[in-house]
């Protein structure tokens, strides 16, 4: 019974933590002078995205033997999934909750918009954006998935390539827009409430205190989620590959329940793609640096799942047809590579 409380706890830690971290990274974003969008890819993705990357880094370098290594190739290929189905899903789903809410004011398009049930791409913030974000990610996870399939000497070098290619993305992100004087628009920060324009020493502590409760939430959640799947009568599999990456992946999800209940569903958005971007780089770089970098039956299952979701997102930005109910639809994916990795180890 303490594992489920404590479950819960981690939970309710890391969504109330989460409230602090965006409130923070927001003002983070205007004191650097970056872009709206870029607070989103780049400041609030590196946050979130932590928690997973240390776990593959710790797994791949300082792990003892090849099952730890393992956990951490499951670990760089369990967050794009996650974050390409289950992540877009709540994202549809909050802005179908907001049908519920009475219409006020829109904030960026998306209030009147969610308010009569309908999330149109015209209203989600700069789409060809989204559409050139994720056709990069696709491409490059493509490029990783096949890596998984075959053996050869120079492989582990070509992980630089990966970090070459984020370090591209973060790059042309900082450089794409530059932030506007929106301080006004800004909630004061919660470390100084008070204060219309907080301290600059305010901005970075709240921003990394968060970033570190975040991080040590979600190792617990993880530890508690694996203690609980034998409970369950779950294979030590299935809890490997489709619950943990649930968990480490929870930071960006609180990330979007917030941001869509505040009517800045761009922000949302721009925070699963970046996020996606660094997990489709950075650990995969340490996992082909560290280890063999071969793929079994459920590893190519979730890059299957993991592309397939990718296309059908771009299939509905190309069209025009990203509603909150297509979005929602996301989830199936996830669900399919459930039922698959359930019934591979039967």
Request: with cysteine; hydrophobic share 60%.
């Amino acid at each position: 019974m303490i594992h489920f409380v404590l479950l819960i706890g981690c939970a309710a830690a890391i969504y109330l933590c989460c409230e602090w971290f965006v409130n923070a990274v927001e003002w983070l974003g205007h004191r650097l002078k970056v872009g709206p969008l870029a607070v989103g890819t780049i400041l609030a993705a590196f946050g979130t995205a932590l928690p997973e990357s240390v776990v593959t880094f710790v797994a791949v370098i300082f792990g003892n033997g090849a099952s730890a290594k393992d956990i951490g190739v499951g670990a760089a290929m369990g967050g794009p999934l996650v974050l390409a189905t289950i992540a877009y899903a709540v994202t549809g789903w909050m802005l179908l909750a907001r049908r519920r809410v009475p219409a006020r004011a829109p904030v960026d398009g998306v209030g009147a918009a969610a308010a009569t049930g309908v999330a149109r791409a015209d209203v989600l913030g700069d789409t060809r954006k989204l559409a050139r974000d994720q056709t990069w990610f696709l491409t490059v996870f493509v490029v990783k998935v096949a890596l998984g399939l075959v053996a050869f000497a120079v492989k582990p070098w070509l992980g630089l390539l990966f970090f070459a290619a984020y370090a591209v993305y973060f790059w042309r992100e900082i450089r794409a827009e530059s932030a506007g004087d929106e301080a006004e628009a800004l909630a004061p920060l919660l470390l100084q409430r008070r204060r219309p324009a907080p301290q600059t020493w305010a901005v970075v502590v709240q921003t990394a205190a968060t970033v570190v409760l975040i991080f040590l939430a979600s190792q617990l959640f993880v530890a508690e989620l694996d203690a609980i799947g034998p409970m369950l009568g779950l294979p030590a599999a299935v809890t490997a590959l489709l619950l943990s990456p649930i968990a480490t992946e929870l930071p960006e999800i609180m990330n979007v329940i917030i941001w869509v209940r505040q009517g800045k569903t761009p922000l949302a958005l721009a925070n699963i793609s970046g996020a996606m971007m660094i997990q489709a780089t950075v650990p995969s770089g340490l996992g082909l640096l560290f280890t063999p970098w071969r793929f079994d039956a459920a590893l190519v299952a979730s890059g299957i799942a993991t592309m397939a979701a990718m296309g059908y997102l771009l299939v509905l930005l190309r069209t025009r047809r990203l509603t909150a109910g297509t979005l929602s639809l996301a989830a199936l994916y996830y669900a399919g590579f459930g039922a698959f990795l359930i019934a591979l180890l039967r």
